[in-house]
Every structure is written in C-alpha cells, then in structure tokens.
C-alpha cells in the first residue's frame, strides 16, 4: 500500500459528500421600512450567501483560485462553526495543488505561510491550512527534510487537541512526518511515532477494535518497505482480532467492518504485487459477505451491498492481475502508433538494447499526470543510462485553450488530428514533460495486448523486448516498484 493511504482520507472524505452537497444561504434581512422587501441584486445575493461545493468546484475548473479563496475567507469569518465550509477549504486548496502551474504554487504557498502565522485560527481555516502545508512539504523541492519538518511542527502544535474536526488533518499531518523521516533515512523516529500510533489506538476507549485495525492500516501504508517484519505482526495480530470477533453467532456492524476493511485493503494490495497469494483471501471476503446477512444484530443492506459491489470489483481486478501476471517475460508487442509526439517514429526492434517504459494515460486522467513528476524524475536520472519512456495515447476530441492554458474537450468532437496533436504538443510543455508520446489508431487492440483496463498502466520492457514489470494506478508504492526495476534492468 502507498504511504499516501492516510492523506487519501481527507481528500476522499471530502469527494465522498459530493460536490451537490449546498450550505444553506443567509436569512434575508429585515426591512425597516415594513411591508415587503425589495428583491435583492442577484449578483448581490450570489456575493453574501455562503459558497457551496458547486460553486468551489466551478471556481477550480475556472481557475479562479483567489476569489474562491477570498469568498471562503469571508464566510468562514461569518460562520466559524461551520464543519463544511472547512471542508470546502480544504476541498479548494487540494484542487488548486493538483494545478502544477507556478501561479498555482505560488498561492499554495502563501495559504501555507499566512495560516501558519495565525494566532488562533479557526478549526474550519485550519482543516484548509492542513491542506496547504501538506501540499506545500510534498512539492517544493526547495525545502530541506528539516524545514519540511519544521513547519509540520508549527502546524501539529496548532492542531493539538481533541477536536474531532481535526483529526483526519491530523493523521494527515503525521503521514507526512512518518513519510519525510523515513525518506530522510531516520528509521528510528520513523518507528517511534508508528509505535505510538499504535499504543494510542490501543489505549483509545479501553483498545476499541476500530481505532486499532485503522492504526495497523496505517502502519502497513507507512511502513511495509522499511518495518516488515513489523508490519506482518501487526497485521497477524488484527487479523486474529478481527476473525475471533466476527466468530461469535450475532456480530456488530462495526466488528464487521473492521473484519472487512483490514482484509478488503490487504487483498487490494495483494492483487497489485501477488494475484495467486490475493485469491484466498478475496474467497474469504466473497464468503464473508454470504454469511454476514445472518450473522449481524442490524441490518445494514447499504453497507453490504456497497462491499458486495467493492468485492465484484476486486474479483474483476484480480482477474485482470492474473492476465497481466501471465505477460511477464513474454515478448512485447510491436508498437502501434498513428502518430508520434516529441519523439522519431521508433519500433521494438529498434529500442533493443534499451529499458523502455510504456505509460498508457489520457489529458483527462487525474491519477495519469499525478505521475508526471516521476516520470520526469526518471528521465533526468536514467535517460543517459538507457531508459527511454514513451506515453501512449488516443484521440480523445481536445483542443488547446490558450486563455484557460489547459486542453479541454470539444462538445461537438470536432477536433481535427492536427489541433488534437497541437494540443498534445502544448500539454507536453506545460507539464514539462522530457519523454514522447504515440496516438494508437482508433480500434487498436495495442492497450489490450498489455491487458490495459484502466489508466494509469505502466509496463517495463528490458533490453530483449521481453515484458519484465506492469502496474496500474499511481502512488508512491507503484513509484517504489518501477523505480527499483528500472535500477535493476539497467545494472545500477
């Protein structure tokens, strides 16, 4: 699992409420005059009701990242107590990190700077003020491990307590501590807040089962790679927990749960780096969900019908794992471009004696370009050693727009290959990409031939054309596995 597993709480607690989600606006004023008011300026009223996730979002896509700022501001000021407007704070300040334009980080900044300098600011300023300090630590290369933990410590003392407001910022905030100490090589301070973690939950309302498998989900997140053996004693440990607690003839919803989720992440991890050792367990849980309907003191049939769906899903996955599993050392296929971008026409055979990295991605995947920056970090590090990447994408009716600075889609798809080429060519720059990218034709069975069911799909290729690594999704877990491979097909 990615060390990211904590910090996905936040954001996806946040996407999970849905952008339909309005905060209800202000009672009108009264008339001092008597009689009926005066019906107000739209734009007047549009200016004094609160912001909603609707309207924050349409900011984001409109890049309109200081007056959706300022709005905020304003009605937090008005309305300290309201939970929601923090997580439109927060929802905003993460969209505008996923902008990696220098404009965009620039505010990124100074959001972090000016909330740090607060005396006392509110819990709802300091759920975005997280946000922005943990985008700030994450992206600026200019900053020492040092600093980067300087400033997680003004930003911990603030958010010291026991609001539960705070707490997914909290765990967000130690993430990234245990994160940057670990990158720093500092394992011992690394296990030392893991283990309190861990002695926390424990103690939490007398070692409640939740609070414990939720700690030990983090611990497999933080340190799988650097506390193994750790990491397998925990996990043993919430397992047998959880399995004695779900043994009983009338169970909890929440006993469930924990059942469920610690099992439900181990699979997915399982079904990334080992599909055969993933197959028992995703049994267990299929069985599981046949005998929970009988087991359970209430019934909860939204809750089992979405682990249903979540488990069909995996099962899904790991059949395409498998498929997948059954490629590596097989020969790699011709590539079939249409087009090439930044890059010569090249074929399999001519890239022999080169490590070669195929991206499947699209200009609209998020998870895709949240890559980039690895991407780009590979290319600077092993290009003269032997690597070449190579994007592969398809025609998907964008064009450019210079004012917005972005490629957007044409509702009438009426872009031309050319503009669609044209728009590759300025998304490539404005990302500062080092690699190329080919356009399969329309109906090519290429991203098949590497059982591509979703995006981002990276293959490794070694020197001899024979597929040696794939992996779906981005996240530093993935980065680790390429980023290894990549050294150990090139000799390093």
């Known amino acids: 699992m990615s060390r990211s597993w904590i910090a996905s709480l936040a954001v996806g607690s946040l996407l999970g409420l ?12 009264p008339n001092p005059l008597g009689g009926q008011a005066a019906a107000p300026d739209p734009a ?8 909603n996730f609707e309207q924050v979002a349409k900011w984001i896509r409109e890049r309109k990242y200081e ?60 759920m975005g003020i997280a946000t922005a300090v943990d985008a700030l630590v994450s992206r600026d290369t200019t900053l020492t491990n040092e600093a980067k933990l300087a400033l997680l410590a003004q930003l911990q003392a603030k958010l010291a307590g026991d609001d539960p407001r705070l707490e997914s910022s909290r765990q967000t905030i130690l993430s990234r501590k245990i994160s940057i100490l670990l990158d720093a090589d500092r394992k011992d301070e690394a296990l030392a807040e893991l283990e309190t973690m861990i002695a926390a939950a424990r103690e939490e309302r007398g070692g409640a089962l939740p609070s414990f498998v939720r ?5 497999q997140s933080l340190g799988a790679s650097s506390f193994p053996e750790r990491v397998a004693e925990l996990t043993e440990e919430a397992e047998v927990m959880t399995a004695e607690a779900v043994a009983k003839d009338q169970i909890t919803l929440v006993e469930f749960q924990a059942y469920y989720l610690l099992r439900m992440n181990r699979v997915s991890a399982l079904v990334r780096t080992d599909p055969e050792a993933a197959e028992p367990m995703l049994q267990e849980l299929e069985a599981a969900l046949e005998w929970a309907p009988l087991k359970l003191k209430q019934s909860s049939e939204a809750m089992l019908s979405s682990y249903t769906r979540s488990v069909r899903s995996l099962r899904a996955r790991l059949e395409a794992a498998k498929k997948i599993n059954s490629l590596l050392g097989t020969e790699a296929p011709e590539i079939d471009a249409e087009q090439f971008v930044a890059s010569e026409p090249v074929t399999m055979e001519a890239l022999r004696g080169k490590v070669v990295l195929i991206d499947f991605w699209a200009v609209w995947c998020g998870p895709c370009i949240a890559t980039f920056p690895h991407l780009i970090e590979w290319h600077e590090k092993y290009a003269d050693k032997g690597l070449v990447i190579l994007g592969a994408t398809q025609f998907y009716g964008y064009r450019w727009d210079d004012e917005a600075g972005r490629a ?34 329309a109906g090519s069975s290429y991203s098949n031939a590497y059982g591509v069911t979703g995006i981002p799909h990276v293959v490794l290729i070694d020197q001899q054309g024979k597929i040696q690594m794939v992996r779906i999704g981005s996240g530093d877990a993935n980065a680790r596995d390429l980023e290894g491979k990549i050294e150990e097909l090139l000799g390093g």
């Open 67 to 126: 007056e959706a700022m300022a709005r905020l501001e304003s009605a937090i000021e008005k309305d300290p107590q309201n939970h929601a407007l923090g997580m439109m704070y927060s929802y905003l300040i993460a969209g505008v990190s996923r902008d990696r334009s220098d404009e965009a980080f620039a505010l990124i900044r100074d959001w972090a700077t000016r909330g740090l300098e607060k005396p006392s600011p509110k819990a709802s300023e300091l």
């Open 408 to 441: 957007l889609r044409d509702e009438k798809d009426q872009v031309s290959p050319a503009t669609e080429l044209a728009m590759l060519e300025k998304f490539r720059e404005s990302h500062s990409l080092r690699h190329g990218f080919f356009v399969t034709p």
């Open 44 to 51: 007047e009223r549009e200016t004094d009701a609160p912001p």
């Open 18 to 29: 849905g952008i339909n989600w309005a905060v209800a606006g202000a009672d009108e004023p």
């Open 215 to 219: 700690a030990v989900q983090a611990f």
